[in-house]
């Protein structure tokens, strides 16, 4: 008999304890909640840490700074496990218990995909700050923005730089098959390159993973004439090794790829091999950056005691900016008006560049930073915004 | 044997009442959580009748739950999406687009026959090895569904699959898994699974084929994995070939093994627990405040706890919570239990 109290008591305790941990948290009414879903653990987290603390940051000095609208702003965070499942339910928290006017979310498009349906259903405007797929908007709905450039954009300033700046007519294309965001990117770029009179000499493929490019590398080798750069469409993991096969077999070109490099591991695994590389991403955070990034990285430092780890940070912090500044000009906390006002934006100074939307198009135009690697070091080679960019 | 039909009428009711009066009674947080426990709860079961009832330690069911939800999933993408999302799509799968209990159906049948050809060779293995080889299993579909790119997007995300997935429909196919595995497990079918399992020898010995009584229990353990993989499917949406990988086996073994392994109420115990206590502790580690004490949000926590608690379980209930026993309510003579007093087992 005890033995069925004990497991009648262990079973109410739990239940009860379920209830007021769901429920028992919407006691101040007062500050605006923007959700915050993001996956601080799993394999999304090297991104999505450094994009929640800059997010807080920039909420802190929205708050620091009299609130919006009069309220102060309360970001409302889950860790959604870089798992879809878990989004899903953490998409229904959000709307249905925290009563959240609007969402700031996610990194990377799979992500984006999975909470896509929930949000677009229960009309709250989504900003991702990092997300940078343009089909996301045509695949889920007009609630959806980019706080950061398109992909087509990125691949056209990439192709432009080869063309303009390193003087290469002629390329050689890697892409990576394993994930959508390097296919996609790799697309955009044969379409401007040709577009700008660049010829490819060749094309060749691995997948996300893969250790060894020797067969890839030979292929290069065996070409009657040298490209004059090739264009990897890669992740840091493998565009590290593939730096270093390439230069143990002689190959010196310059690799010039998307923000999937943007990572400390290019230098600290690169190497020496890294020399030669350059990369398009958000904005350029390091040592001789512009003063308004500075201004930046001295305050991500003094609230986090490490500087931003890669551009994501900077994109977090410029979501919640963005979101912010879209509540002030939309005169009321609501989620129809917010959305509006999202889509108006128009010269947003942000660390990352100026956010514009053109009409109906939820992808800003934004300028891109062309980061290169010299004597072990980055530095900012170009910025840009392309002459061309193809269709998403 | 009138009472007992009586019962069932009952709890088919609740049931059908659950699932269609919840969405207007209960928020949608909570819908989805009932929604994910009837689901995993249909996996588990699934995966119990080749890993606890035939002692067949299976590590290749999320394989076929993988297997079943990428393929409902081509089948009921429109024509239109085909077009633009799986352009390399052979003609004879591009031309048509099923309904979500068709596309179900096809994907159980599927799994099933899957199983009986994986099967066949891997069940006449014992012990570690069959897990080994059932791993083996799962890495080949893993590695399939990436590569097969014109089929699956490779490691793209998979999306578009309409979201049919509701309450009432993951209630029926939990009902008729419940049903149906009851009956098996149950039945003189049901004792020969358990004595392949409690003893090889003895068992061939009075004429039992150990190869058709392991591939019948493994082959309807995919039936309904393919089936829940397509209920999966059409809850998510969009998903990739790693959704469908070690942390989802290890997660649904962690739930059986809980639950207790020989017994169906234990196998839905298990995954009623470990649903709840994971979704509370999501929502404690975002860290609360009592009276003056605040404590602050400690992101991961939540896996270190239910870590921490699979052991303690473990280490004092090494059978699980329900062992072999069923939750009977003292109106079924079926548990174990009382199949040993009579002298049964």
Request: hydrophobic content about 50%; overall charge positive.
């Amino acid at each position: 008999m005890t033995n069925i109290n004990r497991r009648t008591a262990l079973g109410l305790g739990l239940s009860t304890a379920f209830v007021l941990a769901t429920t028992g948290r919407s006691l101040a009414a007062d500050p605006i909640k923007i959700g915050f879903p993001a996956n601080l653990t799993g394999n999304a987290a090297s991104l999505d840490g450094p994009m929640l603390n800059g997010g807080k940051l920039a909420a802190a000095e929205i708050n620091a700074a009299g609130g919006v609208l009069g309220r102060p702003i309360e970001l409302v965070v889950y860790d959604t496990k870089s798992d879809a499942t878990v989004i899903s339910t953490v998409a229904s928290q959000l709307i249905d218990s925290d009563k959240v006017v609007a969402i700031v979310a996610f990194s990377d498009s799979d992500s984006v995909l999975a909470i896509g349906p929930q949000i677009q259903k229960a009309q709250i405007p989504l900003i991702t700050p990092g997300a940078t797929s343009p089909k996301l908007p045509s695949q889920l709905g007009n609630e959806v923005f980019l706080a950061c450039f398109g992909d087509n954009v990125q691949a056209a300033v990439g192709a432009e730089f080869a063309l303009n700046n390193l003087k290469a007519k002629t390329g050689y294309l890697l892409t990576d098959l394993g994930t959508e965001y390097t296919t996609l990117l790799s697309d955009y770029f044969v379409k401007t390159y040709e577009h700008g009179g660049g010829k490819l000499l060749g094309k060749d493929t691995y997948k996300t993973g893969d250790k060894t490019f020797t067969a890839q590398i030979a292929k290069i080798k065996a070409l009657p004439e040298a490209p004059g750069f090739i264009y990897s469409a890669s992740l840091v993991d493998e565009v590290t090794l593939i730096l270093k096969q390439l230069r143990q077999a002689g190959i010196n070109i310059p690799v010039v790829g998307g923000d999937g490099y943007d990572s400390p591991l290019l230098l600290e695994v690169g190497g020496k091999a890294a020399e030669g590389a350059y990369f398009t991403t958000h904005s350029y955070i390091g040592a001789g950056a512009t003063p308004k990034v500075q201004k930046f990285m001295d305050a991500y430092k003094a609230a986090n005691k490490v500087d931003p780890e890669n551009a994501f940070a900077a994109l977090g912090y410029d979501a919640v900016k963005l979101m912010a500044d879209s509540i002030k000009r939309a005169g009321a906390v609501d989620s129809a008006k917010i959305r509006d006002a999202i889509a108006a934006t128009s010269g947003l100074a942000a660390v990352t560049g100026t956010i514009t939307y053109r009409p109906g198009i939820a992808v800003p135009d934004k300028s891109v930073s062309v980061i290169g690697v010299k004597d072990g070091k980055l530095f900012l080679a170009s910025e840009a915004a392309p002459s061309f960019v193809p269709e998403p | 044997m009138i009472a007992r039909l009586i019962i069932g009428a009952i709890v088919l009711a609740l049931l059908a009442g659950v699932a269609f009066g919840a969405p207007s009674l209960m928020s949608d947080y909570f819908v989805r959580i009932l929604l994910i426990i009837a689901l995993n709860a249909i996996f588990v079961l699934s995966l119990s009748l080749s890993n606890g009832f035939t002692g067949v330690f299976s590590l290749g069911h999320v394989g076929f739950i993988g297997a079943g939800a990428y393929l409902s999933g081509i089948l009921s993408l429109t024509v239109a999406q085909k077009a633009s999302l799986l352009p390399h799509l052979p003609t004879f799968l591009n031309w048509f687009s099923l309904p979500f209990l068709p596309a179900t159906l096809v994907a159980g049948c599927f799994t099933a026959l899957l199983a009986i050809i994986v099967g066949y060779p891997l069940m006449r293995l014992s012990g570690y090895f069959v897990s080994v080889a059932t791993m083996g299993f799962l890495i080949i579909v893993n590695v399939v569904l990436i590569n097969a790119s014109d089929f699956t997007r490779g490691a793209r995300t998979f999306t578009g699959v309409p979201l049919d997935t509701s309450l009432p429909w993951v209630f029926g196919w939990l009902a008729i898994t419940l049903f149906v595995l009851w009956r098996l497990v149950y039945s003189p079918f049901g004792r020969r699974m358990k004595a392949v399992r409690d003893d090889t020898i003895a068992a061939s010995a009075i004429g039992i084929s150990m190869l058709n009584t392991r591939l019948t229990a493994f082959a309807i353990g995919a039936f309904f994995a393919g089936v829940g993989g397509s209920l999966y499917a059409h809850y998510l949406g969009s998903f990739s070939p790693v959704t469908f990988y070690f942390a989802m086996t290890m997660n649904l073994i962690a739930m059986l093994v809980l639950g207790g392994m020989g017994s169906l109420s234990g196998a839905v115990i298990g995954v009623v627990c470990v649903s709840l206590l994971s979704e509370l502790l999501r929502s404690v580690e975002r860290g609360f405040t009592i009276g003056d004490i605040t404590v602050p949000a400690l992101f991961g926590a939540s896996q270190i706890v239910l870590g921490f608690i699979f052991i303690l379980i473990m280490i004092f209930r090494p059978k699980g919570i329900m062992g072999e026993r069923e939750l009977t309510f003292g109106l079924f003579k079926r548990s174990a239990k009382s199949e040993i007093k009579q002298g049964v087992l």
